[in-house]
């Protein structure tokens, strides 16, 4: 059975006249990568290097949230290593990952709030040559999404609130990236091959 793909809905008058206002259109705000090694030591820092070479930034360490026994993780213990990009840089790093996933996202990976995240499983796919004494990483992608105006719950002075009608839906961003990308949105998790 082929997997059903994700279709827009039809568009109204009023849609229209909304989508050509310049203050709703949606942009990146923030793209924030993360490899999670799961143990401190080389590894991680391998994974840093990683990060550097891919983003152009210096990467910051996670901390564990608490003890697991099973997986020998202690609390405060350096596991994973993220960092965010903003701008321009964002927008080309999301394209290099899209590109590795075939602009191909399921419909889960949208969230409520309109941002969307995903993962690959090789590093080296990117276009980053492999090293053998480097290894092969893994990393997650996740998207925060905003409109022109989003800043007046982030500042200092009168600080007030987005919205309802401002807000970003998840039906939103899955236009945003079907119309963008060129992407296909699929309904169920599992694809048929």
Avoid at 35 to 64: C, H, M, N, W, Y
Wanted: charged content about 30%; glycine content about 8%; proline content about 4%.
């Amino acid at each position: 059975m082929a997997p059903k793909v994700y279709r827009p809905r039809k568009t109204t008058p009023l849609m229209i006249k909304k989508s050509q206002n310049p203050m709703r259109e949606l942009k990146i705000q923030k793209l924030c990568v993360n490899i999670s090694v799961g143990e401190s030591g080389d590894r991680l820092t391998r994974a840093a290097k990683v990060l550097e070479q891919l983003t152009g930034q210096s990467p910051v360490f996670s901390k564990a949230r608490l003890t697991i026994r099973s997986f020998n993780i202690r609390r405060n213990e350096k596991i994973a290593v993220h960092c965010t990009v903003r701008g321009p840089k964002a927008e080309e790093l999301l394209e290099r990952g899209l590109k590795v996933k075939e602009y191909e996202l399921h419909k889960k990976n949208f969230s409520d709030q309109g941002h969307f995240g995903f993962g690959i499983q090789e590093h080296i796919d990117l276009g980053i040559k492999y090293d053998p004494n480097t290894g092969i990483y893994g990393m997650d992608f996740f998207v925060v999404m905003e409109r022109k105006g989003s800043n007046i719950n982030r500042r200092k002075r009168a600080p007030g609130r987005v919205g309802h009608s401002h807000r970003i839906s998840k039906q939103e961003a899955t236009n945003w990236f079907i119309k963008k990308y060129d992407g296909i949105v699929m309904d169920n998790k599992r694809r048929e091959e």
